[in-house]
């Protein structure tokens, strides 16, 4: 647990020392604001806009589809293109022990900056009456959704040692099952419920309605649980490749 602990105490002072992480949190606040700002404020499409967060949960989940890659994209790619990794694996240090600990660094910071977002419903709190309870499971929501890809990008970022390959290959599978769930209506039958339940968007879209279905949380704790096991079996292929 200690080495756990120490590989992500490492990685949280590289994130929030680099302006690289700085950059991604203020293109992420700055979207989700003016996503925020367009839910709220009138307009004559919209003259009496609800207090809600509807508008923000189902962009934010778009946004989620390169975030996380650019977060991760450095953790293991990095230390394959500087030769840090040779000494990393060669020290008394589990694979396990790595991919978790780097894991848990890159969770701490987009928790941080989803926390950053709590101004909008403090916003709402304020000025009119939310319903509470689709704001709890929207925001369990998202992070579980932001999770599942935090871990698809830990996975892209132990294959290659191109930082730029990683994260477009990550951005390319969660886009897929972020788009996977629009195509089920081209398919129809048996077939269209799998690839309806393979996809994230079928799975995150109950949170943001203020319904938290243990089916869900079950789906994504598994899509987190699997890809960091292939991480973790990526580089044990590389320290005995």
Do not use: C
């Not at 962009?59 to 040779?86: C, D, H, N, V, Y």
């Not at 789906?219 to 973790?232: D, K, N």
């Amino acid at each position: 647990m200690r080495t756990i602990q120490a590989v992500a105490w490492k990685e949280i002072q590289v994130y929030f020392g680099t302006p690289i992480a700085y950059i991604v949190g203020m293109i992420f606040l700055a979207l989700t604001g003016i996503v925020f700002a367009i839910g709220v404020v009138p307009s004559e499409n919209n003259p009496f806009p609800e207090a809600t967060l509807d508008s923000f949960f189902t962009w934010t989940s778009l946004f989620l589809i390169f975030l996380p890659p650019a977060l991760t994209m450095r953790l293991l790619a990095e230390e394959q293109k500087l030769g840090t990794i040779e000494l990393l694996l060669t020290s008394p240090v589990r694979d396990w022990e790595v991919i978790i600990g780097k894991y848990t660094a890159s969770f701490v910071f987009l928790l941080a900056m989803l926390a950053l977002t709590l101004y909008y419903p403090l916003l709402l709190y304020i000025f009119a009456e939310p319903d509470l309870g689709p704001l709890y499971a929207g925001y369990l929501g998202l992070v579980l959704y932001g999770a599942a890809a935090l871990a698809i990008g830990m996975l892209t970022s132990t294959i290659t040692s191109n930082q730029i390959v990683a994260l477009i290959v990550g951005i390319g599978v969660i886009g897929a099952l972020y788009v996977v769930h629009f195509s089920t209506d081209l398919v129809g039958g048996v077939a269209s419920v799998l690839i309806g339940e393979i996809g994230f968007q079928s799975h995150y879209e109950d949170f943001g309605r203020g319904v938290i279905d243990t089916k869900h949380v079950v789906y994504f704790l598994s899509v987190i649980a699997v890809f960091l096991f292939l991480a973790i079996r990526s580089l044990e292929f590389r320290r005995w490749r």
